[in-house]
């Protein structure tokens, strides 16, 4: 099975938010913009979580991939997920750190 995966970007390419789908490309990054907007600024901030890049500088991406199931499919995103997730708490504890 062929996957679509949208990704929101700042410049630093740090990931915002993503969309996983059996789709036309085109349409996994309208959905996700559209996601985008209904989310900030009720639960998303305007501007990235990792290096403060503002909402203006976000990018749209969408690549491909191959997995056997939707449920395969969701476990390697899901694990990119929680690696993603991991950096960014090293990247705030390291800030942290650095006020002291």
């Known amino acids: 099975m062929t996957f679509q995966l ?52 976000w990018s749209f991406e969408c690549g491909s991939f191959e997995a056997a199931s939707v449920e395969d499919a969701l476990l390697r995103v899901k694990v990119e997920e929680i690696r993603n997730l991991q950096t960014a708490e090293a990247f705030k504890a390291e800030q942290k750190a650095s006020r002291n």
Request: contains cysteine; glycine residues 4%; charged residues 20%.
């Open 6 to 57: 949208a990704q929101c970007l700042c410049p630093a390419r740090h990931c915002i938010l993503a969309a996983l789908g059996e789709c036309d490309p085109n349409d996994a990054i309208a959905e996700l913009k559209a996601a985008i907007e209904r989310a900030v600024p009720q639960t998303l901030n305007p501007w990235c979580g990792i290096c403060r890049a503002p909402r203006s500088s």
